[in-house]
């Protein structure tokens, strides 16, 4: 026994801290089942509830804090309309900042009372009910004759049943690509029969899904996906060169960014005559911070600021030397006259 004791090896810290280890990453793996119509992610602890509505109060001079009391509130607004009667707040979950999570029996409850907002808009005045998110993806080389209503004819009226068939086009097992809105980003212009468009998605899945494919159907043709991020609405329209509206909706004539021609840019036979097609001012184009529509043009007058001040101290430091030089040489020219003995 003694022998066979002596046999048996401690295990070292190296061996007993990945053993550690290797228990911990069992026990995180281990998962729970969400039900009710709510999920829950251990990695990076997300936690998704879709039977959640959320509320900011962060307007509502109501009270905020007795949660007895907004819930009976809450309850008692939804009781009093025909479009929410019958939906019942199963709890509600005080959130960061002023928000609160209604959190309802069903998901299709939370659905409808996203819909309608004035069982919480009328019982707390100011609050702000958060609607559902969607997912959006941007889709390039999109077919318009796959898109577009061709009753219509116009190059920007979308079929009425596209988000329908968008979601029973494209296929993938668990994952519903329900559209709920669709963009079209590319000029209106007859001769292409190609563009790019934004379609907002209902399951975050599915945006995942197109965008790691590469690809979506629209009919018999397919388009490549790409993230979606909004641009800055301080941009000009790149048809008239104006500001206030974008390239999409834009119905005037082309104008020159540089000479304000009737003619593109790149069409453009007089670059150096420049004419700012968004002020009308001569001198510079509606790419030069010069122009006062511009988003920018605060830093040029920043920059002629910086100039002037600097211009001003050279002229002072120039009226200083030339004074000193002058004082200098009134003093030679009294040392060098002759003196009468």
């Not at 500001?243 to 005037?252: E, F, L």
């Amino acid at each position: 026994m003694a022998m066979l004791e002596k046999s048996v090896q401690k295990p070292t810290y190296c061996e007993a801290v990945k053993g550690r280890q290797e228990q911990g990453t069992k026990k995180t793996h281990l998962t729970t089942s969400a039900g009710h119509g709510h999920s829950a992610k251990s990695q990076g602890h997300t936690f998704t509830d879709e039977r959640t509505v959320n509320l900011d109060t962060g307007r509502t001079k109501a009270e905020k804090t007795d949660y007895v009391a907004i819930k009976q509130k809450l309850q008692q607004g939804l009781d009093k309309s025909k479009n929410t009667e019958g939906l019942k707040i199963h709890f509600l979950r005080p959130g960061p900042g002023e928000r609160i999570d209604v959190v309802f029996q069903e998901k299709e409850q939370a659905e409808n009372a996203r819909k309608f907002t004035g069982w919480a808009t009328g019982q707390l005045p100011g609050t702000r009910v958060k609607g559902e998110e969607w997912f959006p993806v941007k889709c390039d080389m999109v077919a318009k004759l796959a898109v577009m209503d061709g009753a219509v004819d116009d190059g920007k009226i979308f079929r009425q049943t596209l988000c329908h068939e968008f979601s029973k086009e494209n296929i993938a097992e668990g994952i519903d690509f329900t559209a709920m809105k669709v963009y079209w980003l590319s000029k209106i212009d007859v001769a292409k029969k190609v563009g790019s468009l934004v379609i907002w998605l209902k399951n975050k899945l599915a945006a995942e899904y197109l965008l790691s494919s590469g690809t979506a159907i629209f009919g018999a043709t397919g388009a490549y996906c790409s993230k979606w991020e909004k641009r800055d609405d301080n941009l000009p329209c790149f048809n008239c060169n104006k500001y206030g509206h974008k390239q999409a909706s834009c119905k005037a004539a082309p104008k020159c960014a540089l000479c304000s021609g009737q003619h593109s840019r790149r069409n453009c036979t007089q670059p150096t005559k420049l004419k700012c097609p968004a002020c009308s001012k001569e001198g510079h184009s509606v790419f030069d911070w010069e122009c006062q529509l511009h988003p920018s043009h605060w830093k040029y007058r920043g920059i002629q600021k910086t100039v002037k001040a600097s211009e001003r101290q050279r002229s002072q430091a120039a009226n200083r030397t030339e004074g000193n030089e002058r004082e200098v040489d009134m003093a030679d020219a009294g040392s060098s006259q002759p003196t009468n003995e």
